[in-house]
Every structure is written in C-alpha cells, then in structure tokens.
C-alpha cells in the first residue's frame, strides 16, 4: 500500500508549487514521505490542455520529490464542498494514510481554493468515521493527525513560516515547470505574467515571509489550534 507522512491537498495542479512547495522539499530532506493531491485537472484553463497540465505536473512533482501525486476529477472552477467530493478524497486518505495534510487558507479569492479548505477538513473527519464505507475501497478509516492551512494566497498573518532559503529556486523551478502557463507567451498575455515576473514575485513573497521569521526564504501556514511548547530556551525567531 502506498503511503506519505505529509499531504498536501490543493484545488489546482500548480497551487502548491506557489504555496508549499519548498516545504514539501524540506520535509522530503527530512526524511519525510511528501505527496500532493490535486482535487481538479486543470480543463478550464485559459492556455494549455489537461493533457499538457498532467505532464507538467508530473515534471513539478519530480522537481519537489514528492514520492506521489494524484488527480481527483472534480470540476476545474466548480469545487463544491459535497458528500461525494468528500468521500472521494477521504477514499484517497485512507489509501494513503498522511499524518500531517496541507489544505489551502479558507478564505481567498478564488472559489475552488477557500471551498478546498473546508472540503479538506470535512474529508478528513469523514475518513476517520468507521461506520462510513466508500465504494471501491478497502483501506480502514484514517484521520490524519494534523491540518496545517498554507496561507500564501491569503492576506493573513501566519502562525509560523518554515525556512525554504536551501530550496527557493528548486521549489521556482517546479513552478515554471508549468510552461503552458507560466512560460512567456501571446495567448492570454493580458492574464499571464512572464516569466521574470513570475521570478520576481514568487522570490519577493519568499523573502517576506523569511524576514518574518529571521530567514532569508520562507513559506507561510496557519494552524488553529495554540503551539505547545516544551522549552522556552529553544523557541526560534528573534523578539527584539
Ligand atoms: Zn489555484
């Protein structure tokens, strides 16, 4: 069976190259088994095909060494928090089985990202119910130990960043490996950005949230639940 230590789940394939994915390479260095769950296949996209969005993919996850990834099929632009939609992931959480799960912040502009949070988290409950069975799996109930909100998107102070100062160009380079929608083009040029802009401001937020945490690159999360700490000598970043 295979299996992560860590999960994340977003809306769109390239969500959590923008958001985690220098995380995901840090934890893989730890150690740590990382996976991603992409919840659509990208259909509606302005440039490119679901076809050249998979592929890419593919390349995006082997930069972040995630040992796997997956692509559930609900609707790219119409992620809806249902039963069914939660069934289907926790079908994929019982199969996988991670104890930590990223889901994106639960508040933003776009749609399938914010429903992606509460999606998230009511997928994880369900999974850990032992009386809910879900068609074409065996896998026994499983609910991740912790939810952790990657907040890049949102305009929120997070609860801690983790320093990806070793890993920002690895995790920039999973994100333009996205060509159809990142590389310097005609089509859609009005929506898109190029390529040394998309440099730029992926470093730029990088660097805003490593200044937050007394590092040079970060990424940032929230987390609901309070910080438990055992000693007060070891706790990082710098007050004054
Ligand atoms: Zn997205």
Request: charged share 25%; with cysteine.
């Amino acid at each position: 069976m295979a299996s992560v230590d860590i999960l994340a789940i977003a809306a769109h394939r390239d969500d959590v190259e923008q958001t985690c994915g220098g995380t995901l390479l840090v934890m893989n260095a730890r150690g740590w088994r990382t996976g991603i769950l992409d919840l659509t296949r990208g259909e509606s996209g302005t440039r490119g095909t679901a076809a050249d969005r998979e592929r890419e993919a593919n390349e995006a996850a082997r930069i972040l060494k995630v040992g796997h990834r997956e692509a559930l099929d609900l609707p790219d632009g119409n992620v809806q928090n249902t039963y069914e939609n939660r069934l289907k992931i926790a079908g994929v959480l019982r199969r996988l089985r991670p104890r930590v799960v990223i889901l994106p912040y639960w508040q933003g502009r776009h749609p399938d990202h914010y429903t992606t949070a509460t999606l998230g988290y009511e997928a994880c409950f369900v999974s850990g119910l032992a009386k809910v069975e879900i068609p074409g799996e065996q896998n026994p109930p499983h609910r991740p130990f912790k939810i952790l909100y990657a907040s890049l998107y949102a305009d929120v102070r997070p609860t801690f960043v983790v320093d990806i100062t070793a890993y920002a160009e690895e995790r920039l380079q999973s994100l333009l490996a996205y060509r159809s929608q990142y590389a310097s083009q005609a089509e859609g040029g009005k929506l898109f950005v190029p390529e040394e802009e998309i440099r730029e401001r992926t470093l730029a937020e990088a660097r805003h949230y490593g200044l937050l945490g007394g590092v040079k690159y970060a990424e940032p999360f929230v987390q609901k639940e309070v910080g438990l700490v055992e000693d007060l000598m070891l706790v990082p970043v710098q007050s004054i």
